[in-house]
């Protein structure tokens, strides 16, 4: 069974830290690109990063670069997004992903409340 569960979101004041997790199981993250979208109500998903298994190739949003960095614990299967710098902006929910390199194939979690507020 396919599955992508994200833990780590939660309330943090601006200028702090948190970093999520989000761990698969159910299929070979080496064949696929991983990464986040985040979505506020209203507003359109905004990819925030990602990272490409097979060649490692990362990508971030302009908004969040230098503050957020993406890795994976290739042991646990498990992605992290390590967010620092923390803004009001950043609120929203984050979500998840997977996609299958050269194939629309894509699965996704949940998703993770993030609320940065004083």
């Known amino acids: 069974q396919v599955q992508l569960v994200e833990s780590g979101g939660g309330l943090v004041q601006p200028g702090g830290s948190l970093r999520l997790s989000c761990a698969a199981s159910?299929?070979?993250?080496?064949?696929?690109?991983i990464g986040w979208f985040r979505q506020v109500p209203g507003k359109e998903r905004e990819g925030v990063s990602c990272?490409?298994?097979?060649?490692?190739?990362?990508y971030y949003a302009d908004s969040v670069k230098g503050r957020f960095t993406i890795s994976r614990d290739n042991a646990k299967d498990t992605v992290w997004l390590q967010m620092n710098s923390l803004r009001d902006e950043d609120t929203a929910t984050y979500y998840c992903?997977?996609?299958?390199?050269?194939?629309?194939?894509?699965?996704w979690g949940q998703g993770t409340q993030v609320t940065v507020s004083s």
């Open positions: 992903y997977a996609r299958l390199i050269g194939s629309n194939t894509e699965y």
């Open positions: 159910g299929f070979d993250l080496n064949y696929y690109s």
């Open positions: 990272l490409n298994n097979r060649d490692r190739s990362t």
